[in-house]
């Protein structure tokens, strides 16, 4: 078994790393969470109620895909050494499925199905291109110091993903900063009636991560190939996943980290996923109001995660993901809490004049109290996972465990995106998300309990 990095990688390798998750970022903070996917379910689908269950259906799909395949290719990639020809692979059909995205537009059903492969697709590559990024980190970083590393990956994928919502927001809004544009446009000659601004961000992600994974591909080491026949490396990688899954007993703790992960994780994605959804729905906030939503909650989840890394190497990964989920537990609770005209589980409250300004309702200045919760926990909760794997997994067999990794946050992330999918034209609200937040942040926060951390170098020597 190879023995852990004692030397850690030099700065420019590490910085580049972490560039990846800079790079990566605005995927999930543009087009997931608070520019696209409301625009998606309440423009292109125009009902937000079947919208959220179709984005559901979607989400759950891309999951389950990934679930299947993410072990395999770990392991396939663990027997031939290298990672970055696997990035190169996804990272190119990741910005081909957000390029997709340009052609969603309302009331063109005929090419609605090119657009939902573009999701799925976009979906899938982005989930393993993060199986093999992470499996490049055991590699850069002494053991008592990887949780650093992780949560400056996060940050800076943050920062990432709050200048992309900068740039959109400058971009569809310019009157914001005092820019008049030419009536029915906005910037770039684009047209507000064909809501090009809103339907440029899969482009305009696709630029983004071309340019900004380069320094990745440059300048971070990868693990020297095995020089073994491609179709020998496919074989040895399929036969360690079914040999690490009969033997499956002598990694008891990592298995019980996995379990917890994958239920927690499930909480995590509806959170990510439905939040502007959400809020578009119940609101009806447009652009604007999802952009600025989406920087203030990047401003808080900057120095959060940052912070969880060093608590990470402090008190150990275990302990900072438990905090990181009571943060979004009681986030996720007081948005479960909201309706248009009420908070706090039935304290009425105004509804949202037509006239309103910014946020001017409170029902929406409780839910921004409530997602700066969220804002707390949800950086940390991915690097100290990421972290913990790192320092459970087999040194040789890194590859094959962030694929399990991957496999345990996939492996039923289709289940709460399903649930809400059913549960929402069912109870005929959109509220049913945050409550299926609630119960697999619970189950997953239990299980956690039992994991036991391996001790540091910088614990037995103290």
């Not at 790079?23 to 625009?39: G, K």
Request: aromatic letters at 12%.
């Amino acid at each position: 078994m190879a023995e852990p990095v004692r030397q850690r990688a030099s700065r420019r390798a590490r910085l580049s790393w972490a560039m990846f998750d800079w790079a990566n970022q605005p995927y999930f903070t543009v087009i997931t969470t608070f520019i696209f996917a409301p625009y998606f379910t309440s423009k292109v689908i125009g009902d937000p109620i079947q919208g959220q269950s179709l984005w559901g259906f979607t989400q759950s799909l891309s999951a389950a895909l990934v679930a299947l395949g993410a072990p395999f290719l770990g392991a396939i990639a663990d027997a031939g050494g290298r990672r970055k020809p696997w990035l190169i692979v996804f990272q190119a059909l990741l910005a081909f499925g957000c390029a997709l995205l340009w052609l969603a537009q309302p009331n063109e059903p005929q090419v609605l199905p090119l657009v939902l492969l573009g999701l799925v697709l976009a979906n899938i590559a982005a989930e393993y291109s993060i199986t093999f990024n992470n499996a490049l980190l055991p590699g850069l970083e002494t053991p008592d110091r990887v949780g650093w590393l992780s949560g400056l990956g996060w940050g800076m994928g943050y920062v990432g993903g709050m200048i992309a919502l900068i740039g959109i927001l400058i971009v569809s809004q310019p009157e914001l900063i005092g820019i008049v544009p030419p009536e029915g446009e906005v910037l770039l000659g684009l047209r507000r009636a064909d809501f090009e601004a809103e339907r440029i961000t899969g482009p305009a992600t696709a630029l983004w991560l071309i340019v900004f994974v380069l320094p990745m591909f440059l300048f971070t080491p990868d693990r020297k190939g095995s020089g073994q026949p491609f179709g020998r490396v496919v074989r040895n990688g399929i036969a360690r996943v079914i040999g690490t899954v009969r033997h499956v007993r002598r990694y008891g703790n990592l298995l019980r980290f996995l379990i917890a992960y994958m239920i927690y994780y499930d909480g995590l994605v509806a959170i990510i996923g439905f939040g502007g959804i959400y809020a578009a729905g119940i609101f009806g906030w447009g652009t604007t109001e999802l952009g600025l939503f989406g920087i203030v909650l990047n401003v808080v989840a900057i120095p959060a995660v940052i912070a969880g890394g060093w608590l990470d190497d402090r008190i150990g990964s275990k302990r900072a993901v438990q905090i990181a989920i009571v943060a979004v537990a009681m986030g996720a609770l007081g948005i479960l809490s909201i309706t248009a005209d009420s908070v706090l589980f039935g304290i009425s409250v105004a509804p949202r004049a037509a006239d309103a300004g910014l946020f001017g309702s409170a029902g929406e200045r409780v839910f921004f109290l409530c997602a700066f919760l969220l804002g707390i926990g949800l950086g940390p909760i991915q690097a100290a996972s990421r972290t913990l794997v790192a320092r459970l997994s087999p040194p040789d067999m890194v590859g094959e465990f962030f694929g399990l990794f991957s496999l345990s946050g996939r492996a039923t992330t289709f289940t709460a995106p399903l649930l809400i999918g059913i549960a929402t034209p069912l109870f005929q609200t959109q509220r049913v998300a945050a409550a299926v937040v609630l119960i697999f942040l619970a189950i997953g926060f239990t299980i956690l309990w039992k994991v036991q951390e391996p001790q540091r170098e910088s614990d037995l020597t103290s």
